[in-house]
Each structure stands twice: as structure tokens, then as C-alpha cells.
């Protein structure tokens, strides 16, 4: 779906408040309520707009650290790929997961409460997973930026 300039000036404002009346939302892009309804079907339709939801913070539910962890498999065959990311998807504390190009195959964000907790994750989870052969785990020590979605240019169409 081609993004236009309404398009984009929808999703910045969503950016910034996902939970605007559509009223309100139609008043800022210059749309009447219900052609900005249809703009928002076809956005959610399209899978441009994947979802609504709060973002919680981590550390507000006990998780004091974040652990950026590099996996590799002992191969990168297909059916070694789809049984690692389904064992992956099970874990509750991995929060995102990447297929990598370079020296790791995967490199996981995961959520501890603390370096015991993390432990317990890599025991349990972690070194549990199918096909895996060597896990580099690195503790952030403070968040920089967290963007949920990059800037939208109002100017591209």
C-alpha cells in the first residue's frame, strides 16, 4: 500500500497518541470522521497499522535488566531455523528476536529481573533451545533510546 501525505500525517498522529478519539484525529489531518474512519481500515487492512497497545515498562513489572543475547546454530538449514524460532517464541522473557547475517544467526533482547533471574533464563530457556551451539549474552547498562517506530517523513509519497 503507497503511503500519501493524509497517510502519513494519520500514522504521526497515531505516533503520538494512539488512543485519539477519530474525531479529533480527523480535525488534525483535515479529513471529515468518516473518511478518516475508511483511512484507518485500509491502514489496519493493509497491515500498515499492526496493532494498539500500551507499552509497559519493564522495570515497572520487576524486570531491572535488559540482555542483548548472540546465538548460533549449528547450521542455518531451514528445518533448524523453524524449530529454533518456534522454541524461541515460547520463551516469555525473550521480548524480540532477529535472524542475523554476519558471525551470530540470532541475537534476542530479553527481560531479567535480576543477574539470578537471567540465570534461570538461560538455564532453563536459553541453552534449551533446539540446534543451538554457542550463547554471548551482554547486560545493557542503561537504556539510551527506545523507539517504538521510526520518524515519519511527512514529504515522501
Known sequence: MALDAIDRAILTELQKNGRMPNATLAEKVGLSPSACSRRLDALEKAGTIRGYHARVSNSALGHQMTVIVHISLSGQFQT???????????????????????????????AARDLADYERIHRDWLSNLPHVVKINSSFALREVIDRPNVGIDPGLA
Do not use: K, Q
Not at 92 to 109: A, K, Q, T
Open 80 to 110: 533448524t531455523l523453524r524449530a529454533f524460532e518456534e522454541a524461541v517464541r515460547r520463551c516469555p522473557n525473550v521480548l524480540v528476536c532477529y535472524l542475523m547475517s554476519g558471525e551470530y544467526d540470532y541475537i534476542l533482547r530479553v
